[in-house]
């Protein structure tokens, strides 16, 4: 079909229903999203996989024979060359984002609401930041010239410091400490 639903929208409308949803039975929000962003970051880790088997999103050509193997590329049948496996690095990136958030959650359990959602928003928005660039062309939305993915990735990541901030800020005026 020439493509699909990108992650960024997903991530757009997930929060603007999650947001929605919290409003309307009158759930903290952050608390939701906390609980929420380990199986999101889990999803995105699995997902990644698809763009493998589909042979896309790629990173750029890998002319160094020593280098050319699983997982530092992959072999992109379409052009019959070998290119970075972005896939790859993103899809273990976000597990260990998961991993990291889940004994977060697990082991912090008076940590304030937030911390995992604004660590979500932080960790995916720099991935993705340090990613697009790198991409091959092919696989990076540009209208107008601006590299869309790349804007909303450093919009994701001032969004989570600002998050983050928020939180640690509202926690210290309310509780005497930033955490716990």
């Not at 280098?67 to 019959?80: C, R």
């Not at 928005?125 to 660039?133: D, F, K, N, V």
């Not at 969004?159 to 930033?178: C, S």
Request: charged share 10%.
């Amino acid at each position: 079909r020439q493509g699909g639903l990108s992650i960024m929208g997903g991530i757009l409308g997930g929060a603007a229903s999650v947001a929605i949803i919290c409003w309307v039975k009158k759930v903290n929000f952050f608390r939701a999203g906390d609980c929420i962003v380990v199986g999101l970051l889990l999803a995105q880790s699995i997902g990644r996989w698809g763009n493998f088997v589909n042979q896309e999103v790629y990173g750029g050509l890998v002319t160094n024979e020593a280098l050319q193997f699983f997982p530092i590329s992959v072999f992109i049948e379409a052009s019959n060359e070998w290119h970075y496996a972005f896939f790859f690095y993103e899809s273990m990136v976000t597990l260990l984002a998961a991993i990291a958030l889940f004994l977060n959650a697990w082991f912090n359990p008076k940590k304030p609401n937030g911390i995992n959602t604004a660590c979500y928003f932080i960790i995916y928005g720099l991935t993705r930041a340090i990613m697009e660039p790198l991409r091959d062309s092919s696989f990076i939305l540009n209208g107008g010239g601006i590299p869309w993915s790349f804007v909303f990735s450093l919009v994701l990541l001032a969004g989570g410091l600002g998050l983050l901030g928020y939180v640690l800020i509202n926690n210290q005026r309310k509780e005497g400490q930033l955490l716990g």
